[in-house]
C-alpha cells in the first residue's frame, strides 16, 4: 500500500498454532475467533476494518493465511511481497515455536521489498501461566537482539490485542514519516 492513510496490510506469521487465527479475529471483531462468514467467500481468513489511532483513521487489512503456504511456497512469497508489517507470532507455551522465530525472520526480512520492514514478536497465550515455557524476558531480549518490537498477548483474555494492532498501524506510520 502507497497512501499515507493506508490501507495498510500486516502479515500473521508463525508456526501452526500458536494463536494467528485467534488474533486474526479478534481483530475482525468476534469473540470466539472464529472466521467470519461474509460477502467475500474464501477470504474469511482476511480482514478488512477501518481503525483510530492517535486520532489519525487509518485503514488496516490482516491476513492469517501463513500456514496454509509452505516455506518458500508461493502463498508465503506473496504474504512477504504484500505486507506492510508483519506480526511474528510464538507462544509462550511452546518453546519449539519460539526456537523457530530467527530463522523465520531472515526469511520475512529477505523476502520482503521494503528494506525494514516493521516486525513485532508477539508472544500469545500469556494466560497459560503454568504451562509457559518461554519468560517475558526471553522474549524481550530476542526481540532486542533481531531488533524488533515485541508484546506479550492472550487471545484467550483479549489482553494487549488492541495494543498489538494499534502498535503495527504506529510502526507502519514511522517508517512512511522516515525521510
Ligand atoms: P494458529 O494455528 O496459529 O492460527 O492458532 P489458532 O488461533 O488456531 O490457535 C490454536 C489453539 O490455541 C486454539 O485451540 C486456540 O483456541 C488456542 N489459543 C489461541 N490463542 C490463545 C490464548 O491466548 N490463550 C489460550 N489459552 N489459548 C489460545
Partial sequence: GGSPGGPYRVVLAGESGV???????IFGGLPDGAPREDEHPGES???KRRLSVDEERTTLIVY??????????????SCLQMGDAFLLVFSVTDRRSFSRIPQTLLHLREGSPHPDPPVILVGNKSDLARSREVSLEEGRSLAVMLSCKHI???????HNTRELFEGAVRQIRLRRRRP
Avoid: F, N, R
Fill in 19 to 25: 494463536g494467528k487465527t485467534a488474533l486474526a479475529g
Fill in 64 to 77: 492469517d493465511i501463513w500456514d496454509q503456504g509452505e516455506a518458500g511456497g508461493w502463498l508465503q512469497e
Fill in 152 to 158: 506479550e498477548t492472550s487471545a484467550a483474555l483479549h
Fill in 45 to 47: 481468513d482476511t480482514y
